[in-house]
């Protein structure tokens, strides 16, 4: 694997995060030269410390993913310092609670919420539905568009972008975001279609449920113990446990593998423990 990734650069977005930083560490220890993008430099920060204390290359880019021009200001200064981009991953995305319901179904009661407390769809705030839309989708569709113009330009190269178990099918309380997360799925099969010509594949790993700073608020309760929606996870999930960052690596090594997954393009891989083979019935 290092011959294969020798000399190669790879661009992670969202690489403060749980999931993203664990790939970066993995590439930067088969020899692959990482630029971590993200909004929050101090996380970034402790990632690349890391990588280099290991041996490995790496730097930190403050940007914000669904501005163009920071991204090509970012992506002018990692050609510069490491050169042209061959591996992409379109980490950056998320939720925000406030786009999220607390209720499950409709619900008489959301017709009369005054706080904030309580959300229903019909009381969402459609400027934060928005911006979960915005981030999740053109914070993927914009770095693909200014780092694959250098793939182009060499003929070829590897985007992974980050999809979900809502690409797959809906999931209660999260439309915004299971809106976001099927249309990263339906985007990766035509950016493959598009790239296909210049040899850019392009895939999507769908993560399960993965334990990460935002998702304990979600499947814990404060005391430690797991929550109803956690509960509810575990039943419809074969495996019965919570995914690992550590465990998303192996199909990431697959898909920036040429001679390995070079015939493959335009798949979205679900990591999950087997959640969606498990109709809950």
Not at 34 to 59: H, P, Q
Not at 241 to 259: H, P, S, T, V, Y
Request: hydrophobic content about 40%.
């Amino acid at each position: 694997m290092a011959g294969i990734n020798q000399e190669r650069v790879a661009v992670v977005t969202g690489a403060g995060g749980t999931l993203c930083s664990e790939m970066s560490r993995a590439l930067a220890k088969q020899g692959v030269k990482v630029a971590m993008l993200g909004r929050d430099i101090g996380k970034l920060k402790l990632v690349e410390a890391e990588i280099i204390a290991n041996g490995g290359i790496a730097i930190s880019i403050s940007t914000d993913v669904i501005s163009e021009t920071e991204v090509l200001k970012a992506r002018n200064e990692i050609y510069e310092k490491l050169g042209p981009c061959s591996i992409l991953i379109n980490g950056a995305g998320g939720n925000q609670m406030e786009a999220v319901t607390t209720f499950t179904a409709f619900d008489e009661k959301e017709l009369k919420i005054e706080d904030g407390n309580e959300r229903g769809f019909l009381n969402l705030n459609m400027d934060t539905f928005l911006s979960v839309l915005q981030v999740n989708t053109m914070g993927t569709v914009i770095p693909c568009k200014v780092f694959a113009k250098d793939m182009a330009h060499n003929r070829g190269g590897t985007i992974i972008n980050i999809a979900s178990m809502n690409s797959y099918r809906p999931l209660s309380r999260v439309g915004a975001y299971g809106m976001a997360k099927a249309g990263i799925a339906n985007f990766t099969q035509w950016l493959a279609t598009y790239l296909a010509p210049a040899n850019i594949r392009v895939n999507a790993i769908a993560p399960g449920f993965f334990i990460n700073d935002r998702s304990k608020k979600i499947l814990f309760n404060p005391d430690g113990s797991k929550s109803a929606r956690g509960e509810s996870i575990l039943r419809q999930t074969p495996l019965k446990r919570f995914g690992e960052a550590k465990e998303l690596i192996g199909c990431m090594n697959w898909l920036i593998n040429d001679n390995d997954a070079g015939f493959v393009t335009g798949t979205v891989i679900p990591i999950d423990g087997g959640f969606i083979a498990d109709s809950g019935i």
